[in-house]
């Protein structure tokens, strides 16, 4: 069954460096969505992607972050400068249709 | 500000039970909805989803939505330890728009 997946499964990383998480959605998919989950927290939207550009963007996705599909395949999420606050897990979704989202396995950040 | 409301629980089932999870949302526009399963340390796994009033019946699983009351619920049925996990309910505006969760209830099902 086809899954969405995503690289590294841990990223460790110093307070002010950027960080470039990536995810593979599934193939046949059009929608692409990053979400972050804080520890012991809520699951949080960060942005969706359609066709090429932003769809939605949630106030947590301010000029430090970043979204890219840099080809056919590869979706990307760029924090420039990370803050202590940032770390958490990053899940990324996509959907065929809109809405029916399905999860990657996520990256966990750790901002030190 | 979109709020979904669940009970964080613990939730406690016997074996065989039917386990009811419930969930209230703010946006009355929201227009689908969602259940997912989330195991600790886990990615959020889609179980089931309903967007028109009524019941939906997957398997163990059924979903009910009450758009008037803004309500959502899912049943299992005949509960298996396996079930034991978070459950999260999330809405959505339709299109391309994010879902929106709510933090999850802790189901455990005791043998």
């Known amino acids: 069954e086809p899954e969405v997946t995503q690289t590294p499964s841990h990223q460790v990383t110093q307070m002010g460096q950027e960080v470039i998480l990536r995810c593979v959605p599934i193939?046949?998919?059009?929608?692409f969505y990053w979400y972050r989950q804080i520890l012991g927290q809520k699951v949080e939207f960060l942005v969706s992607?359609?066709?090429?550009?932003?769809?939605?963007k949630s106030e947590i996705f301010d000029d430090q972050f970043s979204v890219e599909r840099p080809d056919g395949s590869n979706f990307t999420l760029k924090i420039r400068s990370t803050k202590l606050e940032d770390s958490a897990m990053y899940f990324c979704?996509?959907?065929?249709?809109?809405?029916?989202?399905?999860f990657g396995p996520g990256t966990r950040l750790t901002v030190l | 500000q979109k709020e979904v409301e669940q009970n964080s629980g613990p939730l406690s089932v016997p074996e065989g039970a039917i386990a009811s999870l419930n969930c209230t949302y703010s946006?009355?526009?929201?227009?689908?909805f969602f259940w997912y399963r989330q195991y600790s340390g886990k990615s959020p796994e889609l179980i089931m989803f309903?967007?028109?009033?009524g019941d939906k019946e997957d398997g163990r699983f059924t979903a009910q939505l009450n758009k008037a009351s803004q309500y959502v619920s899912l049943l299992i049925r005949d509960s298996q330890p396996s079930d034991s996990a978070t459950y999260l309910c999330?809405?959505?505006?339709?299109?391309?728009?994010?879902?929106?969760f709510g933090k999850g209830t802790h189901l455990i099902i005791q043998p």
């Open positions: 979704a996509s959907s065929e249709v809109y809405n029916e989202q399905f």
């Open positions: 193939s046949n998919h059009l929608y």
């Open positions: 992607f359609y066709n090429n550009e932003i769809s939605e």
């Open positions: 946006d009355r526009g929201s227009q689908s």
């Open positions: 309903i967007y028109s009033n």
């Open positions: 999330a809405v959505s505006g339709g299109g391309a728009d994010g879902l929106t």
